[in-house]
């Protein structure tokens, strides 16, 4: 079901006679739904780079303190009993945290839209008008290989290394050599993906790619026609540092797990023990 809501933009303005600002967070608030939520970002490295006297220190003291004012709010507003009407636009619930004034944090005039899931559309316009325009600085991707060396480093620590070998994957139309490879009574093979990303609709993209491959090369009539034993493959992820991009994480997670062949995740967090479930299964074959 569509749920209404408003939503206002905070933003920095450094000198309010050239009204140059830059937008450093998003509240969206629903009545009807008694949902009331902030999202920020405290990195001010863009700041220092457009305006040079930012104070650091202050600027990430003073946004901490507005989101969480905002979140305590909506917290109360969510489980406790509605005594008195609740305002009906955004500006006038989070001017009850920050008031309207000639100071350099403010918040935009108020849009509006509805949404079925608050909470993803509140990452959404996070992302929309704040995550896009961080300098690569602040906001920096990983590649797949970047990934992939932490979990080199458990299987050097593990010993077992030296006894994984690139595996190649062919088919009538596509090819694909995956790093590592070991096999028992299957194969079992490791790719690495960084989910690490700049750009959310990029996450879901690259996992749309694999899930391609998977399509191309891996169906189970293509693995039984090629390699004959099975494959096993293990995705090894990195997962986004911007925690307003766990969300399309997890959707690149859903769209993987359509791949047509026996698949497994494994996190960064959890390469020490899936180097050592590696050794195990070598040392019994």
Known sequence: MKKQYSYT???????????EFINIGVVLYSPQEKFLSAACTNKYGRLSRMFFDVEGDRFKQVVKYIQDQINELGGRIHQELEFEKLPDSVNKIVGKILPPDDGSLQFSDAGKGVAE???????????????KY?????????SDEEVLKSFKKEFGEKGILDALKPFKVES?????????????????VLQPLSFDLV???????????WLGVGHSLLRPEEVKKKIREGVTLNFLLG???????LNYFNKAKSILD??????????????????????KDLGSH
Do not use: G
């Open 9 to 19: 933009v905070l933003r920095y303005i450094h000198d309010i006679t050239t009204e």
């Open 117 to 131: 899931d608050l909470p993803e559309t509140l990452d959404e316009l996070f992302v929309r008008y704040v995550a």
């Open 134 to 142: 961080l300098e690569k600085s602040d906001l920096r991707s990983r």
């Open 172 to 188: 009538e139309d596509d090819e694909h050599e995956f790093p590592y490879a070991w096999k028992n009574s299957t194969w079992h």
């Open 199 to 209: 750009d959310p609709e990029s996450i879901k993209r690259k996992a749309h790619t």
């Open 239 to 245: 997962a986004p540092k911007e925690q307003k991009l």
């Open 258 to 279: 359509k791949m047509p062949c026996e698949h497994k995740f494994v996190h960064e967090e959890e390469a020490s023990a899936f180097a050592e479930e590696i050794k």
